[in-house]
């Protein structure tokens, strides 16, 4: 394998065949596209010395960490419609702009997430938040491209409407109810277009994981968590966790899984653990 491969997924929203040469030519990388689900995942197994670089969306990302021995370094290149993971290492949106800053970028040792041996970067979710990225993913992917950011405001709100705004508890962690649950890995959770999302404001890459999970959800409430996740403050009347290195969470009826923004199917029970300093990434 060459000393430096660019791992790219040519259906990933912001990559194109111009910005495919102009990243290649920048990071003086071999181009390789994904063909398939789980390609990338197979293309970093594959790779013992060098750099390997991803130019995709989240998806991507989450499938190349997960091939990672974690001793050769890992740069992400936002091409995806969100690309939360390189942008909250530091890493510009711009994809041209992120390669550039990687050609200087230090080697930078950061944990990972796992729950029930599935490995992810930056955030995982239980029920209601997973729920809304499976029926985002329902709508289909023109040309292969995952809907925008407003897509899935607009379908936060058609589902808190069916509910008339009330979550009630359906999981349980280490024994607490509540009513859905975030995973974070590091900070931001996520991003809506440019405006970051702290929803769990105390994560780190370089700590374990922190859960945010709120004990039930009533209508005025809502506003309130938003508030908080956009300036970085705890809420009332959630749970928060903080660098933690395992926990479980379980369910009397199976929920939505998602990690990375990707749908793993319902769960009754799953175990989240943290892989700490397990990844080295340029950023």
């Known amino acids: 394998m060459p000393t430096s491969l660019l791992i790219v997924n040519p259906k990933a929203s912001a990559v194109t065949e111009e910005r495919i040469d102009s990243v290649a030519g920048i990071l003086g990388a071999d181009v390789v596209e994904t063909e398939r689900p789980g390609h990338a995942t197979e ?10 670089y991803v130019f995709a969306g989240d998806g991507g990302f989450n499938e190349a960490l997960n091939g990672s021995s974690g001793e050769v370094p890992l740069g992400f290149i936002p091409g995806g419609g969100s690309s939360v993971l390189p942008r909250a290492l530091g890493l510009p949106r711009d994809p041209e702009a992120a390669a550039r800053q990687l050609t200087v970028a230090q080697p930078r040792r950061i944990s990972v997430g796992r729950v029930n041996g599935r490995r992810f970067g930056f955030a995982a979710a239980i029920g209601f938040p997973a729920e809304v990225v499976r029926r ?3 709508r289909g992917r023109a040309n292969g491209r995952r809907p925008p950011d407003r897509t899935f405001a607009t379908t936060i709100a058609r ?30 959770y996520t991003y809506f277009t440019r405006l970051p999302l702290h929803f769990a404001p105390d994560a780190r890459f370089e700590a374990g994981l922190d859960l945010v999970a709120p004990r039930l959800v009533r209508p005025t409430a809502i506003p309130r968590l938003f508030a908080a996740a956009a ?7 959630v749970l928060y966790r903080h660098d933690l290195d395992r926990f479980e969470i379980r369910s009397p009826e199976p929920l939505p899984l ?12 799953a175990v989240f653990e943290s892989e700490r300093r397990a990844l080295t990434v340029l950023a």
């Open 258 to 269: 998602q990690v990375d923004g990707e749908d793993l199917g319902d769960v009754e029970h």
């Open 159 to 188: 589902g808190l409407l069916e509910r008339r705004g009330r979550l009630d508890p359906e999981l349980e962690v280490d024994g607490e109810p509540v009513a859905f649950a975030l995973v974070a890995n590091g900070d931001p």
């Open 136 to 138: 985002v993913d329902a």
């Open 231 to 237: 300036l970085g403050r705890h809420a009332r009347g």
């Open 43 to 52: 293309l970093v197994r594959e790779v013992t010395d060098g750099v390997v």
